[in-house]
């Protein structure tokens, strides 16, 4: 091969893997950024977890619940446009403490007792037909009362029944230990905090 | 470091400038031509192995067959909700269902008015029983448009005769239209099926579904309403995937 002939070949070659490492670097970057346990959704979910606990603090010291009987965390990505060709997802998280409840008490008369940022969603929550339910949109957050009248027996708390579509399981929910044998408050903050 | 390996003795003479290289050739050929002196394979021979080949090539055959119609007993590709071809199928149905409910909604005006909810679930589950160890998945989408009767609730059978006209007027076979395998046809396909209530229920009347959600848009928020009864929901099914 003559000189500027191989000049051609190998300029052609340092194209071609430059072409290649390219297209690794943005199918890595967009993999990622579609991945529930990429490193943008876990820094979004490292972020908004420390805002839900704080928030669960201070609402469970407002009302004055005391000490939590059950606690845990839901966490799920799905689908944002599941009927296209649109990979993106969605996360939700959801972080919840369950409370025994001595006094009978309404859900609304307690989210009355919330100073602001919390107020009174007017939209539609997610409320269970069953239960006492009322929703309260904070800052970033939502907030969501259920008050569960409670058996003899023990149960799973009803509000933990509600279909759900989830495609990732992040985190599971740990209500499986959770047993409550009385009327008990099912304090819940949520957030969909990432989308990409 | 490396010599150059020895040349093979040419078996022609050394051509050089001024020979007359066009001239005959100066080596014979040899004087014995070449002869082919192994016999010929009898006839039945040549017959056994043919009939031999064909058995193979058969037996191959019937074993692949056998093979693959066991793959396609266990569902073959096994398929996820969120594959790239459900998603498609998704896609597609999603257009065309949502084409053909605007007919329902359409019909129904001047009966209902216009709905004043509406919800979607899709839903993707096993095809066959859970002991079964084929791996067909089959999704449907569901719309629902949630009717609030004040007054006097029109009658089920006017409403069906509307729902009928209606589906007489869609722009397609919903029936196998996108379900990527052509089987079971004749017990798949779009459904349209009417709920009345009057009374008020602590019970979802919709939560028939199993399997797995997939997209779920204001269901909720629609079950939570007909609950205090008095209400005519049209749940109009397209089954969309079946593989």
Redesign the interface.
């Known amino acids: 091969m003559t000189g500027p002939r191989r000049r051609y070949f190998w300029g052609a070659v340092g194209l071609l893997v430059l072409v290649v490492v390219v297209a690794i670097v943005v199918a890595t970057v967009v993999a990622q950024k579609h991945n529930p346990l990429g490193s943008a959704a876990k820094s979004a979910r490292t972020q908004v977890d420390r805002a839900m606990v704080a928030a669960l603090d201070d609402v469970a010291r407002q009302l004055s619940l005391g000490a939590p009987i059950g606690s845990g965390v839901d966490d799920t990505c799905r689908a944002t446009r599941p009927a296209s060709l649109d990979d993106s997802i969605t996360c939700d998280r959801m972080r919840y403490g369950v409370y025994a409840l001595s006094a009978n008490v309404d859900a609304h008369s307690l989210a009355g007792q919330l100073p602001p940022p919390w107020r009174l969603d007017g939209s539609f929550c997610d409320a269970d037909l069953k239960l006492d339910t009322v929703c309260l949109a904070g800052t970033d957050l939502a907030l969501e009362l259920a008050v569960e009248p409670g058996s003899k027996y023990a149960h799973q708390p009803v509000i933990f029944s509600r279909p759900k579509v989830a495609e990732t399981h992040v985190e599971y929910p740990e209500y499986y230990n959770i047993r409550v044998t009385g009327p008990s408050i099912v304090v819940m903050v949520s957030s969909t905090y990432y989308v990409g | 470091m490396f010599g150059q390996p020895g040349r093979p003795s040419c078996d022609h003479r050394r051509v050089s400038e001024g020979d007359d290289v066009g001239s005959a050739p100066t080596s014979e050929p040899p004087a014995d031509s070449f002869e082919y002196t192994k016999a010929p394979e009898s006839t039945v021979a040549k017959t056994v192995v043919g009939v031999l080949i064909t058995i193979v090539v058969i037996a191959a055959l019937v074993i692949g067959g056998f093979v693959l119609s066991i793959y396609d007993r266990l569902g073959g590709v096994a398929f996820e909700?969120?594959d790239?071809t459900v998603?498609?199928a998704?896609?597609k149905a999603?257009q065309m269902a949502r084409g053909d409910l605007e007919i329902i909604v359409k019909e129904l005006a001047p009966t209902l008015g216009t709905p004043t909810k509406r919800a979607l679930l899709?839903v993707c589950h096993d095809a066959h029983m859970a002991w079964s160890w084929n791996n067909d998945i089959t999704c449907t989408?569901s719309f629902y448009l949630y009717y609030p009767i004040a007054g006097d609730a029109p009658t089920a059978s006017s409403l069906t005769e509307t729902l009928t006209t209606a589906a007489s007027q869609f722009h397609h076979v919903l029936a196998c239209s996108s379900i990527g395998v052509q089987r079971d046809c004749e017990a798949t396909g779009g459904a349209i099926v009417l709920h009345e209530a009057t009374v008020a229920t602590?019970?979802?009347p919709f939560?028939e579904?199993e399997g797995?959600?997939?997209?779920?848009d204001g269901?909720?928020?629609l079950?939570?309403a007909a609950?205090k009864g008095h209400y005519v929901v049209v749940l109009f099914t397209v089954q969309y995937f079946l593989g």
């Open positions: 909700p969120t790239h998603r498609s998704r896609m999603d899709d989408r602590e019970k979802d939560y579904y797995s959600l997939v997209e779920m269901y909720r928020e079950v939570f609950a």
